[in-house]
Each structure stands twice: as structure tokens, then as C-alpha cells.
């Protein structure tokens, strides 16, 4: 782990930078291959030379949250999940958004 502070719940405190919110179709992908993307995206690297998404968050309990039931009927729930990703701050909405921010350096040193 490194010494990073997490994201915050609190709208008030969060003065980081929003620099990508995507969207993702949880018929289509898993929340878990939507956000390798979007890093592998921003930093300019292939998927498989980012640090393994498995070491930061359980990858099943990820998908399992924002994917739709076994029945394949999309779930209903309203909530979030926050969790530093390579050097960003990744939010994960149940509406089925994704934004990624990058860390105010005063806060994180």
C-alpha cells in the first residue's frame, strides 16, 4: 500500500481535479475492465503494464456490485465506491459512471 490519502465521501473536502468521467454498460463490460481502460488510457500504457487492478480492489466484489444479477436483469441500487488506482483517485457511481481524479499533490505529500 502506498501512502496515499483515500478519496473522500465528503463533496465539501474534495478539491481534486476531475480529469475523465466516463460511463460504463454493465450489460456490455465489467466495471473492473472499464476502469483498466480508462488508466491504461490517461497514462498511455497497454492494460498489461498497469499495476493488476486485484492488487488495489477485490475484483469480484467490484464487478459484483455495479453488474447486473445472474438472471442478467440490471441491479437497483444507488451507491459508490472510491479507491486509488496507479496515481488517481477513481470514483465508481451505481448510475454507471466513472470518474477519475488526480490527487491534489499538498494533500498526498
Request: hydrophobic residues 35%.
Amino acid at each position: 500500500m502506498t501512502g496515499r490519502t483515500p478519496p473522500s465521501d465528503d463533496e465539501d473536502e474534495q478539491r481534486e481535479t476531475i480529469i475523465y468521467q466516463t460511463e460504463f454498460d454493465p450489460t456490455a463490460d465489467t466495471v473492473s475492465e472499464a476502469v483498466i481502460r480508462v488508466i491504461a488510457t490517461l497514462i498511455n500504457a497497454g492494460p498489461t503494464e498497469l499495476v493488476p487492478l486485484s492488487e488495489v480492489i477485490d475484483l469480484e466484489a467490484l464487478d459484483a456490485l455495479f453488474g447486473p444479477k445472474d438472471s442478467g436483469i440490471p441491479r437497483n441500487t444507488n451507491g459508490h465506491v472510491l479507491f486509488n488506482y496507479e496515481a488517481y483517485h477513481v470514483r465508481v457511481d451505481s448510475s454507471g459512471q466513472i470518474t477519475v481524479q488526480q490527487p491534489d499533490p499538498e494533500i498526498d505529500d
